[in-house]
């Protein structure tokens, strides 16, 4: 059976931490990667999952791997470990996609997704050398691109004679040698259809978390896994570099009034969190939403269901919170459901710095309930 999607995490542990790698700095799992895949799979894609960062791969053994598994379409992500931290990823992105585009390893379609790829997809196009950058968040888009391969193969004609290829939403593409942006995609609304999982074609056992964060945890970093049960902010602050590269989704249903804030529902993330620990024992674990702490009808019934489990006693957590939103009863319930750390993001001493900026408060009529 040919593999449809080849979904690559490449890093640069060296380039980005230097002395500090790759024995010293946290490794954390691909979770866009999983998120992706399952999406894929859900839509009837084979995939295969590369965390190329956690194994110590560079662009040489990546391509190596592109070669011998032949897929329809290599999917190579631009995502940090936390989620402003796609920038940094972009040296690992451009030398991957540069292997990849030698002859010797044929005529591969890749296809980079990512916050930096989605806030400046041009610059990406050109940087890289990819055949396809992701406008934006890059589920409807991988799922469209796909389609297309399967329905009408590959190579498309870059002259623009492949009308399809104009058709897939969300994509920034060479035409006439030019970069070339369709019109945007949504982004996916029913997270459920990207339930994550994929745990199985990953390293496990290469993943450690922060030193500090084993301080609650005897010092002991290993095992080590990171998820989402929420994606986006319903604030609008003007400064945020997190939500903003996604914001063309966004617009489709907003209409530029505000950030959509999706969450799994429990039953979905209860199901990673029971996978993790029983199947891998995991102890240490990061819930990587860019703000957990908002919607009660999400942080409550999930921290409870956690303490019900008897996992409040075992796991030792940490979470993004905004200062202001940290109300007592969330304190208490995560807590209870094993959050040791939250990650608050601190004002500026200066008064002029908080004046200078807009925090877009009306976020505040959809979290409170």
Known sequence: MSLDALIINPGDQVGIYQSLAPDLTAKEPTIWGRLLGSYLQGRGFS???IDAAALNWGAEEIAEAAKSSDP???????????PSASTQQMPAVIATCAELSKEECGEIPTFVIGGHPAALPQQTLRETNAYFVSTGEGFITADRLLTGLRDFGWPYHSSGTDSWIREVP????????KPQTTQPAPNLENLAEAPGGL???????????????????????????????????????????IQSPFREGDNLKFKGRANSYRTWPVEVVMA????????????????????FSLRPSHVLPLCRAI??????????????????????????????????????????????????????DYGELEIIE
């Open 47 to 49: 995939v295969q999952l």
């Open 72 to 82: 329809k379409l290599v999917i190579v992500l631009a995502y940090g470990h936390q």
């Open 170 to 177: 969300g994509l920034c593409y060479w035409e006439n040698l």
């Open 199 to 241: 745990w199985h074609q990953l390293p496990m056992e290469n993943y450690r978390a922060h030193n500090w964060h084993a301080l609650t945890n005897g010092g002991e970093t290993k095992p080590y896994a990171s998820i989402y049960t929420s994606i986006g902010c319903s604030f609008g602050c003007s400064f945020c570099n």
């Open 272 to 291: 990673e969190i029971e996978m993790l620990v029983g199947k891998y024992g995991i102890i240490n674990l990061k819930i990587a939403d860019e703000m």
């Open 307 to 360: 303490a019900e489990r008897g996992y409040g006693s075992h796991l030792n957590t940490w979470a993004y919170c905004r200062v202001d939103t940290a109300r007592p009863e969330f304190l208490e319930a995560m807590r209870n459901a094993g959050v040791r750390w939250l990650c608050l993001g601190i004002e500026a001493a200066s008064g002029d710095v908080r004046d200078g900026v807009d925090k877009n």
